[in-house]
């Protein structure tokens, strides 16, 4: 699980970590904002907190050799996007 560097304290994330036994991974924003792969891109958060997304890039910068198979879905307050290693 990734998230941007930002996000990288929430209780929230940390947990759900813990209980899905994955490793957290945090990605940093300026790393997010050199970022010149195709994800999702929005003007909203690209106000809020200086980058144009934040789970679709997260996802593909935190492996190697990535590939989205799940574009940003949102769900309430979260926004979920997953990527496979090749």
Known sequence: MATIDLKGSEPGLKEA???LEVPFRTIPSDQIKRFKGSY???AFVKEKIGVEG???PCALL???RTKLILPKFK???VC???A???
């Open 17 to 19: 970590c813990l209980a």
């Open 40 to 42: 999702q891109r929005s």
């Open 54 to 56: 934040v789970s679709e």
């Open 62 to 64: 935190a492996g190697r």
């Open 75 to 77: 769900r309430g307050r």
């Open 80 to 82: 979920v996007a997953i």
């Open 84 to 86: 496979k290693e090749d």
